[in-house]
């Protein structure tokens, strides 16, 4: 995870630990799944993938990322980028995220 | 940094009644099965038995894979499927050829009636095969995952075409060798070639990532597909024109590519990062055991040893049980649990995520039935191959009656999440979110 503005940042991971993966039940941010937030002017611009290309999940996670960050954020601008590369691996999970996968 | 393109889901009204009909379908199997204990004591080719083999692979376990088919192809492939009218096309042949075929073979009405069931499910089959060739057309990058699942499509043209031919030489007789011959050669290009195949593109990027693992090179995948297409394709060659006693190397070369992708598994199962294992995915592994029977049965059956021709009638069936209600039908036992509770909550929830607390596609079926859904499974087949094997039909009907109790169980879970319905949502008030 990457963020260019520490203010607003957490607030930005706070928010999206409320969209999560209906597949595996674990939040997005907990997942790795969001790669980057960064702040110009009034642009806020999140980077996030999928645990896998082709996923059907793209629309719905793209969509809700936009929605909360909207709600949450209404005077900003919100831009969703979905990337692939550097590719999702189960590396990028946190520390969460593995206490959720591992049943702790 | 490279960026993604939009969900390429088709829509729902075009993959759940394959669902509901593959679901209506294995319960029809279930029933007939009870009324077909008698039909066990002799050979495969009999009325009976060719109903309910054709209930099962077509009405039950294609339809699905159509189904299933559809949504997966682009999660595969990474496009758009094709053309959704095409599909809808598909579904409406192969579901009328279906009801007609398995009606033609409990009568044994082998003349027009079977030739029209024949026409409309070579039909489909060449409508699906179009619909999967123009998807792959688009794909933005080739993997061995795409051979699989278009060269099974090839496979399942070719099984479709065997037997339309037979369909027609009940009637005009213009085949050179018995029909037999040629029902070998359907169901096992029909086994290892459509369904096999199919299972091993789409098994092999699915298993992985339920798992969230990532077993790493293909390699092994690569010559699984060699290993089982150069397997099908000697062994039909031989079996149409050379009639050589090799069959049982041809078996080893496709149970050698079998073993690559239980192989690959394996790995991928090693490297997994989700330890909660749930009731779709144990019912899977439960599938991927089973498979380990067919594979040892190839080799008896392929061979013809010394064995009492009572005992390798018996074994022939067991056999063709063992590949259509043993893995294949484990395997949608299993993954139906994994596919449609997500299709479902995916078209009644995505527009509520992040927003609302929605339930998850975990909440929305039974976990209770389809535990007893995998005992009562499990009973069933051993009751039934054991039955089969002994040759007592009061075991045969235990099975029958297990298999009955699966059917309905996973009917009524099928049902209930096709019927599920948006309940009231919560709004999130944003606070703490793990909370």
């Given amino acids: 995870m990457e963020t260019q503005t520490p203010d607003i940042g957490n607030e930005v991971f706070e928010t999206l630990k409320y969209i999560i993966d209906p597949e595996v039940g674990i939040n997005i941010v907990d997942l790795g799944l969001v790669y980057k937030v960064s702040l110009a002017d009034d642009l806020l611009e999140i980077e996030l993938t999928l645990t896998t290309p082709g996923c059907p999940m793209s629309g719905t996670i793209t969509t809700a990322t936009e929605q909360i960050l909207r709600k949450r954020f209404p005077h900003l601008d919100i831009k969703v980028n979905l990337v692939w590369s550097p590719p999702w691996s189960t590396e990028m999970i946190t520390e969460e995220g593995m206490r959720q996968l591992e049943g702790r | 940094m490279p960026t993604a393109t939009a969900s390429n889901s088709p829509a729902k009204w075009m993959v759940l009644p394959h669902y509901a009909f593959a679901a209506f379908s294995f319960v029809v199997m279930s029933v007939l099965l009870l009324f077909s204990t008698d039909a066990f004591g002799g050979h495969y080719f009999n009325p009976k038995l060719l109903t309910i083999t054709h209930v099962t692979v077509l009405g039950w376990a294609t339809m699905l894979i159509f189904g299933a088919l559809y949504q997966l192809l682009p999660v595969v492939l990474e496009c758009r499927l094709y053309s959704e009218k095409l599909a809808v096309y598909t579904f409406g042949l192969l579901a009328t050829g279906t009801v007609l075929l398995a009606c033609s073979f409990w009568h044994f009405w082998v003349g027009t009636l079977l030739q029209v069931a024949a026409i409309l499910l070579f039909s489909a089959f060449v409508l699906f095969t179009i619909n999967i060739f123009q998807t792959a057309r688009k794909a933005p990058k080739w993997t061995i995952e795409a051979d699989f699942i278009v060269t099974a499509s090839v496979w399942l043209l070719v099984t479709g ?108 199962n090693h490297t997994k990062q989700r330890h909660d294992i749930d009731l779709g995915m144990k019912q899977t592994f439960v599938a991927l055991g089973l498979l380990l029977l067919p594979l040892l049965l190839v080799f008896i059956v392929s061979s013809k040893g010394a064995l009492p021709q009572d005992l390798l009638s018996s074994i022939y069936l067991v056999y063709g049980i063992s590949v259509f209600l043993g893995f294949i039908s484990a395997l949608i036992l299993g993954q139906t649990f994994k596919t449609l509770p997500f299709i479902i909550w995916m078209h009644a929830y995505e527009d509520y995520v992040g927003r609302f607390k929605t339930p998850l596609p975990k909440d929305m079926y039974s976990h209770t039935l389809l535990r007893w859904q995998n005992i009562f499974y499990l009973a069933g087949f051993i009751l039934l191959i054991t039955g089969v094997l002994l040759r007592m039909q009061p075991v045969i009907l235990a099975g029958a009656l297990c298999f009955t109790v699966t059917a309905l169980l996973y009917a009524s879970n099928v049902f209930r999440m096709l019927l599920h319905k948006v309940q009231d949502l919560k709004p999130f008030t944003y606070g703490n979110a793990n909370a």
């Fill in chain 2, 161 to 268: 075409f065997v037997g339309l031919l037979m369909a027609f030489n009940f009637t005009f007789a213009f085949l050179p060798e018995q029909h037999v011959h040629y029902l070998q050669l359907h169901a096992h290009i029909g086994m290892a070639g459509w369904f096999l195949l199919l299972i091993i593109g789409v098994g092999s990027k699915l298993i992985p990532m339920f798992l969230l693992s990532h077993p790493g090179s293909t390699k092994k995948l690569n010559w699984a597909y060699n290993f089982i297409n150069g397997g099908l394709v000697v062994f039909s060659f031989d079996h149409l024109f050379l009639h050589t006693g090799f069959v049982p190397f041809y078996a080893a070369l496709v149970t050698a590519g079998v073993g690559l992708f239980l192989w690959y598994l394996y790995d991928a």
